[in-house]
């Protein structure tokens, strides 16, 4: 299955005031801005640089595909994407609209399957009462679904057949490159690992602890059995109270001690 994309909301409050409009009109991204809204997602998702709606609305504005009094033209998706060497495609002239079985949606599902991402334009019923668009990044026994403007479960997991029904139109985007699988091999495993233990391990070393070692704490901070190693942000000496203990690193601690007591 494909990676979920990047997840923006046209909605959200950081944006969802700002305008998206041309001469003639108040439109605003909340109320306009599913169109690239959507492309954000995948644009941000494939080439891994920050794109925002604000980003997406501002360069349809700016290049004449925001529609008076409406959202944004169909043309608007090829050259967005062109923009970030990303190749989109439309791959229907006309409205799929209460086409169910159009033989389309079979090779949307499959494109979906080959590693690609695909945006559809919705009519009217589970996901608008006018028009609205959606990223699609899978489809099993539900159609996987980035919705702009919604996190409700039924649009974002939608039933086939209502979604075969309510859809317009579709435009294909080329995400193959980012979500192929990764072949795995031991030597990429044993590096994964490795890197997985470095930073897991780093996570414990600091002075967080339990009340119930308090005591043993302070026993062998005061004996001089344990001394640290560096500090922390505070400037404390950090005694990596969590982390994992060698065998040799116990034979030293034994050894410290014996020493301590005059035992060794």
Not at 28 to 41: E, F, L
Not at 88 to 110: E, I, M, Y
Not at 130 to 154: C, E, F, M, Q
Not at 210 to 230: L, N
Request: with cysteine; glycine share 8%.
């Amino acid at each position: 299955m494909n990676k979920r994309p990047v997840s923006y909301l046209q909605t959200d409050p950081r944006w969802k005031a700002v305008p998206y409009q041309v001469k003639g009109e108040t439109a605003t991204i909340g109320g306009s801005g599913c169109g690239p809204t959507a492309a954000a997602m995948a644009i941000e998702t494939i080439t891994g640089r920050t794109f925002t709606p604000v980003d997406a609305c501002k360069w349809s504005a700016d290049h004449g595909y925001k529609a008076l009094n409406a959202g944004t033209y169909y043309s608007y998706f090829v050259p967005q994407f062109k923009a970030f060497g990303i190749e989109c495609k439309q791959l229907l002239g006309s409205s799929l609209h209460n086409k169910p079985a159009h033989p389309v949606h079979d090779q949307v599902k499959q494109y979906l399957a080959e590693g690609y991402y695909v945006i559809a334009l919705m009519g009217p019923g589970t996901w608008t009462s006018g028009g609205h668009y959606i990223l699609l990044w899978a489809w099993d026994d539900k159609v996987r679904i980035n919705d702009p403007a919604s996190t409700r479960a039924v649009r974002l997991n939608g039933d086939p057949a209502a979604f075969k029904r309510e859809v317009k139109q579709y435009w294909r985007i080329d995400a193959r490159e980012y979500n192929k699988e990764e072949d795995m091999n031991q030597e990429k495993f044993n590096q994964m690992f490795t890197e997985a233990m470095r930073q897991y391990r780093q996570e414990l070393r600091d002075n967080d602890s339990g009340e119930w070692s308090k005591a043993a704490r302070e026993f062998v901070i005061k004996q001089g059995i344990f001394s640290g190693s560096g500090t922390t942000p505070e400037g404390e000496p950090n005694y990596m109270w969590e982390d994992l203990l060698t065998r040799e690193q116990a034979a030293q601690l034994l050894y410290a001690f014996a020493q301590k007591f005059s035992l060794a």
